[in-house]
Antibody, heavy 120, light 112 residues
């Protein structure tokens, strides 16, 4: 059974860089059918798609966050990562990693999510 | 592109049916049969309930069904149960955009 697990600091200071890693187990991140994505949910708000990466390294970013976001992949570790620079309190959210199935463009598997708080 | 439009809340009594709508435009919902629905209980990972408008993943009860007409997709939950109380989000592929995936704003389902 495929599992995704987010990891990283739960507290980040304003203006600094948020860094999270998603470890994939039970399946290969290098499968040609899937993309790997980051989605977040600020407190009391809905889901916001941050961006996706393909195992080859091709990336796709939400235009609203593109200037601050970098997603990378490490196929040797079966992991992909998110970096978001110049964070503010508005970036406080639960961050989820997920697998996007390109056969139907749906998110079939999700991590449990990790809360990141931006505060000094 | 803009988020898909969902009602902020819906409610129903146990055993009843409810329908949650998801309205987009011809570039997303109306243009592709790639609408999916997710159930989200607080503190848990979102769960895929419907994909490609009408398909149910293995393990999802057949009380959950999806449909689409024009630019509006719908999720219907029949025989409401207390455990169905959750947030529900639609999502659509929008191939003509640079970032061609968009969520709806989410709907809170309350089981009375």
């Amino acid at each position: 059974q495929l599992q995704l697990q987010e990891s990283g600091p739960g507290l980040v200071k304003p203006s600094e860089t948020l860094s999270l890693t998603c470890t994939v187990s039970g399946g290969s991140i290098s499968s040609s059918t899937y993309y790997w994505g980051w989605i977040r949910q600020p407190p009391g708000k809905g889901l916001e798609w941050i961006g996706n990466i393909y195992y080859s390294g091709s990336t796709y970013y939400n235009p609203s966050l593109k200037s601050r976001v970098t997603i990378s992949v490490d196929t040797s570790k079966n992991q992909f990562s998110l970096k978001m620079s110049s964070v503010t309190a508005a970036d406080t959210a639960i961050y989820y990693c997920a697998r996007l199935d390109s056969s139907g463009w749906y998110l079939g598997y999700w991590g449990q999510g990790t809360l990141v708080t931006v505060s000094s | 592109q803009s988020a898909l439009t969902q009602p902020r809340s819906v409610s129903g009594s146990p055993g009843q049916s409810v329908t949650i709508s998801c309205t987009g435009n011809s570039s997303d919902v109306g243009g592709y049969d790639y609408v999916s629905w997710y159930q989200h209980h607080p503190g848990k990972a979102p769960k895929l309930m419907i994909y490609e408008v009408t398909k149910r993943p293995s393990g999802v009860p057949d009380r959950f069904s999806g449909s689409k007409s024009g630019n509006t997709a719908s999720l219907t939950i029949s025989g409401l149960q207390a455990e169905d109380e959750a947030g529900y989000y639609c999502c659509s592929y929008a191939g003509s955009y640079t970032f061609p995936w968009v969520f709806g704003g989410g709907t809170k389902l309350t089981v009375l």
